[in-house]
């Protein structure tokens, strides 16, 4: 149940803030467990839509976004509602 320790969520922020990111959980001054993180293909709920004129940001809807990752490594977040591009400047997590 390793994969408990980091939750998913947060896994998920990690990913698209460092998406070569390796997390270490040490105990007792020793790592014990090693992960390397993974670019999600989908976010639901964790950040906000860069459009101030998107429905996520107006009623009570999950954001729910398609992550688009360029071939430099970059990631963007494309909204599954109003289709505009949240990029990693503008990433708001809620
Ligand atoms: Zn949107």
């Known amino acids: ?15 698209l803030i460092a998406p070569s990111a390796t997390l270490i959980e040490i105990k007792n001054y020793q790592v014990t467990y090693k992960k390397q993180v993974k670019t999600p293909t989908e976010i639901t709920g964790s950040v906000k839509c860069v459009n101030p004129n998107c429905i996520t940001n107006h009623e009570n809807i999950i954001s729910e976004f398609t992550v688009i ?7 963007k977040l494309q909204c599954h509602y109003c289709e505009k591009m949240t990029g990693k400047k503008n990433m708001e997590f809620i």
């Open 69 to 75: 990752k360029n071939p430099d490594g970059e990631i």
């Open 1 to 15: 149940m390793r994969d408990k320790f980091f939750k998913n969520k947060e896994v998920n922020k990690i990913a």
